[in-house]
């Protein structure tokens, strides 16, 4: 009965695997990538082979995020999970992206263990953010400036009230 099945479950998992939108990264918790889907290629930038060949999770990683990882990596030898967190990435052109992360460890123990990890661009939201924080802080200083501007005037026109 088993067999029956393994075809179909295995075509499952790769179409499921092949969605567009979301990254898939196969590793083990030492940092070697074992496998990518086509999506987390087109987010990093780099191939499968490539993925696969030598490269480090560290050297994809921000600098300023490495630590962010290596607690995410903590939490899944020690439990098989963690918490969805998000950081920067860095492309195989050196440009930066922002990834929301979702990893659960399948098997094994400690460093060796092998997991897997769901990730959404999340760039464009990261940077509409960013964009409506500046927005809100120009709006605050204009309302500041206007209210100093305010009470200037108000107390010009005070003054000249006692003048006259």
Not at 65 to 86: K, M, N, Q, W
Not at 103 to 124: H, M, Y
Request: proline share 2%.
């Amino acid at each position: 009965m088993h067999d029956q099945y393994g075809p179909r479950i295995q075509e499952r998992l790769r179409r499921a695997l092949s969605i567009e939108t979301v990254g898939v990264l196969f590793f083990d918790l030492d940092g070697r990538m074992r496998d990518a889907n086509a999506a987390f290629e087109r987010m990093s930038g780099y191939t499968r082979d490539e993925l696969k060949a030598a490269l480090h999770w560290s050297r994809l990683t921000a600098p300023e995020f490495l630590d962010v990882t290596a607690r995410a990596a903590s939490e899944l030898a020690e439990h098989g999970e963690c918490s969805p967190y998000e950081k920067q990435m860095i492309r195989k052109d050196g440009s930066r992206w922002w990834g929301l992360f979702a990893p659960k460890r399948l098997g094994g123990n400690g460093r060796s263990a092998e997991c897997v990890e769901f990730i959404l661009d999340i760039t464009q939201t990261k940077q509409t953010e960013d964009r409506l924080r500046a927005t809100l802080e120009e709006q605050r200083r204009v309302e500041s400036a206007l209210h100093d501007a305010e009470r200037a005037v108000e107390e010009g026109g005070a003054r000249g009230d006692r003048r006259g």
